[in-house]
């Protein structure tokens, strides 16, 4: 029915969606597949071009009644980290705080899940108290806030260089939680550096979370590489090949547009050659084809040669080892015989000697 529309590999057929999300029926049948509704969220937090065809129909998904909470509790975790997105952020945080008074001040329990109620506090928070006190702050406040966020990363840096990594999340989140609105580029490179610090505790969904933030503040035009490697980097520890793919692809595009206004030579990094080389790899449409067939192809070979290694009246490798390991043997227990004599009353002479010469040895030769 779906076309392959349901496949979670695949992100195709994001406009047909977006098209099926425009009518009642349509939306109603979306909303009730979830590998639909996570393929929609993680492109939309990704380089693909149509990544805002992807949070439209999850708008639209979020604005009808009766499919808004078959899909919030999935939804709102990756939207909460593109409410500051250039255009369409203010859009996505009207829709997503529609009914948070209900919840804030009614204490309704709309939502199944608690993380996506976090999720929704967060941005009620950012974008409505946050910038209430914002507003009030004098020039003198906002100057201290300033020194005490720059003291707060020199601290980070330095805990990360010396291995604490866990120190240095606390530090870069304390300076986000001081750091005022206004200040986009220390906020960027502070959702950077702690993304870098998850990565290394692999805890790969933070690290997207706030990758995709700093990639929100600094925008399209000066996009930031680091942030986009790092996102490349945790898509890969997840196996989304595709998302990692791009965003890597991306990452070199902003280092060519970077080189022209420089007028530098663009040199690809070799790391990041070799992700491309693995994500393509990855995301080949007939990989899994191509990995059958050469499974069968060297089946085939050894099958092959199987008996090639054998000639008709000769014997094998494990013949000869088994043939030799008998004559070994055998010569083992001549040469036992020749210097141990056993009396089991049989004949009277051994190797030339009487029996009696033997008694007065005690069995032994001389």
Same mark, same amino acid.
């Given at each position: ?55 439209? @129909?999850?708008?639209? $998904? +979020? ?12 939804? &709102? !975790?990756? =939207? ?114 702690? @993304?870098?610090?998850? $990565? +290394? ?12 933030? &700093? !990639?929100? =503040? ?149």
């Amino acid at each position: 029915m779906w076309g392959g529309l349901e496949n979670p590999n695949s992100v195709s057929g994001i406009g047909l969606i977006r098209t099926l999300c425009y009518t009642k029926i349509g939306r109603e049948s979306v909303a009730n597949l979830k590998q639909v509704i996570k393929s929609l969220c993680n492109v939309s937090r990704s380089s693909f071009d149509w990544q805002f065809k992807a949070i439209d @129909s999850l708008l639209l $998904l +979020l604005k009808d009644p009766d499919t808004r909470y078959k899909v919030i509790d999935i939804a &709102a !975790l990756f =939207l909460v980290d593109l409410v500051e997105l250039d255009e369409i952020g203010e859009a996505i945080t009207r829709t997503l705080l529609r009914d948070f008074h209900k919840i804030k001040y009614g204490k309704l329990k709309l939502m199944k899940s608690k993380k996506a109620e976090r999720a929704l506090k967060e941005i009620w928070d950012l974008k409505v108290e946050r910038k209430k006190r914002e507003k009030l702050m004098s020039e003198e406040e906002i100057t201290k806030r300033k020194s005490m966020v720059g003291e707060l990363k020199q601290r980070g840096n330095q805990k990360f260089w010396c291995g604490s990594i866990e120190e240095a999340v606390k530090m870069y989140t304390k300076a986000l939680d001081l750091c005022p609105l206004k200040m986009l580029k220390e906020r960027i490179v502070l959702h950077s550096n702690r @993304s870098q610090c998850y $990565l +290394l505790l692999k805890k790969t969904e933070a690290a997207i979370s706030d990758t995709t933030r &700093a !990639l929100c =503040l600094s925008g399209t035009v000066r996009v930031h590489s680091k942030s986009l490697w790092r996102r490349s980097q945790a898509y890969d520890m997840m196996g989304l090949a595709k998302e990692s793919l791009m965003d890597c692809l991306t990452f070199i595009g902003s280092r060519s547009m970077n080189s022209k206004h420089t007028k530098r030579r663009v040199k690809i990094p070799y790391y990041a050659a070799l992700m491309i080389s693995k994500q393509m790899n990855a995301t080949w449409p007939f990989n899994d084809a191509a990995k059958s067939k050469l499974c069968s192809r060297h089946q085939r070979k050894v099958e092959k040669s199987n008996g090639l290694d054998r000639f008709p009246g000769m014997p094998t490798i494990i013949e000869e080892q088994s043939t030799e390991k008998r004559r070994k043997s055998r010569n083992i227990e001549r040469e036992r015989r020749r210097k141990c004599v056993i009396f089991t009353g049989g004949p009277a002479h051994i190797h030339g000697r009487s029996q009696a010469g033997d008694d007065r040895g005690h069995g032994h030769p001389n």
